[in-house]
Nanobody
């Protein structure tokens, strides 16, 4: 059974940084794409960053230059380094994985974690 567990969320001031982690367990060898998406109550889910098995990386425009997605295959862990955080980045962040490839920052995955809250405020 595939499980994804996020960690690293928290509260920071504008301009601050956080690093999210997503530990993936189970039968993961066939994943074509892993990524991060976020959700704010009352708003549409938004894809933040995705990386496919060929190491193609995609970001939504609002985080380009500030966020970095990476993965450690040996640890089966996905990361999201978030710098220069803005109040608009406040959301629940989820990691996800899907069998097919990604060709953008996807917000829908076959598997997803429970989420970790990120709050940016002064």
């Amino acid at each position: 059974q595939v499980q994804l567990v996020e960690s690293g969320g928290g509260s920071v001031q504008p301009g601050g940084s956080l690093r999210l982690s997503c530990a993936v367990s189970g039968y993961t060898s066939t994943f074509g794409c892993r990524g991060w998406f976020r959700q704010v109550p009352g708003k549409e889910r938004e894809g933040v960053a995705s990386i496919n098995k060929y190491r193609n990386i995609y970001y939504t425009d609002s985080v380009k230059g500030r966020f970095t997605i990476s993965q450690d295959n040996a640890k089966n862990t996905l990361y999201l380094e978030m710098n220069s955080l803005e109040p608009e980045d406040t959301a629940m962040y989820f990691c996800g994985a899907r069998g097919g490839l990604c060709f953008g920052a996807y917000s829908t995955f076959d598997y997803r974690g429970q989420g970790t809250q990120v709050t940016v405020s002064s």
